[in-house]
């Protein structure tokens, strides 16, 4: 599984935007990227993934650059419900176990 | 609809007790996981069932640990003789497919565990 690394933590203003990215150099042909937030007392929740380019969906945007060695998380104009810990995974579909790290712990001041 | 389901929230044992913890997916789901969460770590990955089959227990930590799906639906994690270091959250997540791992997994609240 390739291996990821991202912010231990990071701060941000309620209404700002806020990008997290996540390494991963030696991302696989056909892994994915995922993406899950977990917010205290409860379980992981999927946000997004994507293969290359961009993917965004109602809650956040994934961006991918063409070598695919790293990903950003970007959450549009972030609120105090944001803060939580976000998690990026990168592997292959089929039986290879979710692999989640310690994940970057998002602080939203108001 | 009803989400996934865990229980108890909370358990304290005493050291070297038997707890079972259990898991409700969400109705129809074919995949079931559970997964090991220490204070301030990321889940680790446990056991993988799709149906009654556990296709993949390479997360267990020690035979102490079991876990079964008899009937394809609810699921209990088993702990023999717990140890102060089984101390953690437990989550059980499931899918709704056999596509594997790496579909969308939902999961519940999670079995906090206290071992004295």
């Known amino acids: 599984l390739a291996k990821t690394t991202q912010p231990i933590s990071m701060d941000s203003y309620e209404g700002q935007e806020v990008n997290i990215t996540c390494s991963h150099n030696n991302i696989a042909t056909n892994d994915y990227i995922t993406w899950y937030q977990q917010f205290p007392s409860q379980g992981p929740r999927f946000i997004i993934q994507g293969y290359k380019t961009k993917v965004t969906n109602e809650v956040a945007s994934l961006f991918i650059p063409a070598d695919r060695k790293s990903s950003t998380l970007s959450l549009p104009r972030v609120s105090l419900s944001d803060t939580a810990v976000y998690y990026c995974l990168v592997g292959i579909s089929g039986n290879t176990p979710l692999v989640f790290g310690k994940g970057t712990r998002l602080s939203v001041i108001a | 609809g009803a989400g996934v389901s865990q229980s108890p929230r909370y358990k304290v044992a005493k050291r070297g007790q038997d707890v079972a913890l259990r898991c409700d997916p969400i109705?129809?789901?074919?995949?079931l996981f559970w997964y090991q969460q220490a204070l301030g770590q990321g889940p680790e990955f446990l056991t993988y069932?799709?149906?009654?089959?556990?296709?993949?227990k390479s997360g267990l930590p020690s035979d102490r640990f079991f876990a079964e799906r008899p009937e394809g639906s609810v699921s209990t994690l088993k702990i023999q003789r717990t140890q102060q270091e089984d101390s953690a959250v437990y989550l059980c997540?499931?899918?709704?497919?056999?596509?594997?791992?790496?579909?969308?997994?939902?999961f519940g609240p999670g079995t906090r565990l206290l071992v004295l």
């Open positions: 069932f799709q149906n009654e089959a556990q296709l993949d």
């Open positions: 997540a499931s899918s709704p497919s056999r596509r594997g791992m790496w579909e969308t997994q939902y």
């Open positions: 109705s129809g789901h074919v995949s």
